[in-house]
């Protein structure tokens, strides 16, 4: 049973709000422009748009998977995973462009990029809809990840 509609603005303020706040106090500033850039870095204007999407792909797995209540392990694990990727999501920003911690921001991401996985093998038999719904978001965060890694190797540790 998927949780009644009038809780999705909920998730969908928590999440596209969340991230879109996040992303104006953790805005690219002059620290960012100076990095070298790998060859395969998007162009800024990209961002926004692939993380609303994202953000609301992320909100209706989150409410979809928001009120299942199965006495099965995997159950149960599906929300914790759901708010440890979100937690992780948050605070990747925060970490690489506010306290320029290129390295600590790629061990922010991989456990991201894990903890997306975990929810999408998790939720498979809980949720296939839900399930799938993270394979952008897992795509996206995968490439996220190896841009990330780029950035310290080009830039070092920051």
Known sequence: MVTPWKSLPAFLLLVVGGGLLIGALTAPGAWFAALHKPTFNPPNWLFAPVWTVLYVLIAVAGWRVGSRR????????VPGL????????F??????FAAHRIDVALGVIALLLLSIIGFI???????????LLFAPYALWVAFALALNAAFYRLNGAG
């Open 121 to 131: 093998v998790a939720a498979w038999h809980q949720d296939k809809v839900a399930a």
């Open 70 to 77: 199965r006495g099965r392990r995997a159950a149960s694990l």
């Open 91 to 96: 605070l990747w920003s925060p970490v690489f």
């Open 82 to 89: 759901w708010w440890l990727q979100l937690g992780l999501n």
